[in-house]
Nanobody, 119 residues
Framework: QVQLVESGGGLVQFGGSLRLSCAAS????????MGWYRQAPGKQRELVAV???????NYADSVKGRFTISRDNAKNTVSLQMNSLKPEDTAVYYC?????????????WGQGTQVTVSS
């Protein structure tokens, strides 16, 4: 069982920045794709950004140009730098680790960290 722990959430004003981090309890980052998801009240959980084992990153259209995902496999951490924050970015942000093999699949989630952007 892999545990993911997020940190860095909080309250920030419009246009501000936050940096979220996620640490894993095991050495999994060399073989897992990592992602950040978020869920706002009354909305479905959505993908914010994903970064593959090779370091290729993809972003939701709503955050392109503002958010940057990065990973440090040696430290088993993944981060999300969030700039130019908007009130619509307010949500609980979840760290995700995904392994997809031919016969085995693993999907782990962190407990979530609250991000609130004031208007």
């Amino acid at each position: 069982q892999v545990q993911l722990v997020e940190s860095g959430g909080g309250l920030v004003q419009f246009g501000g920045s936050l940096r979220l981090s996620c640490a894993a309890s095991a050495n999994i980052f060399s073989i897992y794709d990592m992602g950040w998801y978020r869920q706002a009240p009354g909305k479905q959980r959505e993908l914010v950004a994903v970064i593959t084992t090779g370091g290729s990153a993809n972003y939701a259209d709503s955050v392109k140009g503002r958010f940057t995902i990065s990973r440090d496999n040696a430290k088993n951490t993944v981060s999300l730098q969030m700039n130019s924050l908007k009130p619509e970015d307010t949500a609980v942000y979840y760290c995700n680790a995904l392994y997809s093999g031919r016969y085995t699949h693993y999907n782990y989630w962190g407990q979530g960290t609250q991000v609130t952007v004031s208007s």
